[in-house]
């Protein structure tokens, strides 16, 4: 079984909607908290699943 095909759109999706929330709406919570440090790791994360995920999916459609 290969395992980058794994990579479909429907995974792409689900990624891109995870990051979303690390990066924009986690923090929001975290500030509220006092946990600063805490909202810039989600954020940091949440920039890695962007990439990481697009990264995958562009992988993932054009390789063999």
């Excluded at 909607?17 to 440090?37: A, C, H, S, T, Y």
């Amino acid at each position: 079984m290969n395992i980058i095909h794994l990579f479909n759109k429907y995974f792409f999706i689900l990624m891109i909607i995870q990051g979303f929330f690390l990066v924009f709406i986690d923090p929001k919570e975290f500030k509220r908290k006092n946990l600063k440090k805490t909202a810039l790791k989600s954020k940091i994360i949440g920039i890695l699943f962007f990439i990481l995920s697009t990264l995958l999916y562009a992988f993932s459609i054009y390789s063999f």
